[in-house]
């Protein structure tokens, strides 16, 4: 069983910065392709960063240049290192980790695609 933890969530003014982490408890964590993942009140879980088990990033248009994803596989953890943050980027947060993503891709858009999630953390920016 594979556990994924985020931590790192909380409140703060817009412009700020926050840095999410993930841990995840299987030492197979270096093989995994990792993302972020949030869900804002009322809209679908959407793609925020992901990176594959090689270490190639991409990230959504909505967060280019002020979010970036990277991992830790001697520590097993994922982090969002999140800045000049936005109302708008209130959301909560999920971590996401699978083995295989369909078509020999190294990351996808689509929740379905990741197989293990964490519990969330929330993420909270006023104007």
């Known amino acids: 069983q594979v556990q994924l933890v985020e931590s790192g969530g909380g409140s703060v003014q817009a412009g700020g910065s926050l840095r999410l982490s993930c841990a995840v408890s299987?030492?197979?964590?270096?093989?995994?392709?990792m993302a972020w993942f949030r869900q804002a009140p009322g809209k679908e879980r959407e793609g925020v960063a992901h990176?594959?088990?090689?270490?190639?990033?991409t990230h959504a248009d909505s967060v280019k240049g002020r979010f970036t994803i990277s991992r830790d596989n001697g520590k097993m953890t994922l982090y969002l290192q999140m800045n000049s943050l936005k109302p708008e980027d209130t959301a909560m947060y999920y971590c996401?980790?699978?083995?295989?993503?369909?078509?020999?891709?190294?990351?996808?858009?689509?929740?379905?695609?990741?197989?293990?999630w964490g519990q969330g953390t929330q993420v909270t920016v006023s104007s």
């Open positions: 996401a980790a699978t083995e295989k993503i369909p078509g020999g891709r190294w990351w996808s858009r689509m929740p379905y695609d990741y197989k293990y």
């Open positions: 299987r030492y197979t964590y270096s093989t995994y392709f």
């Open positions: 990176i594959s088990n090689a270490g190639l990033t």
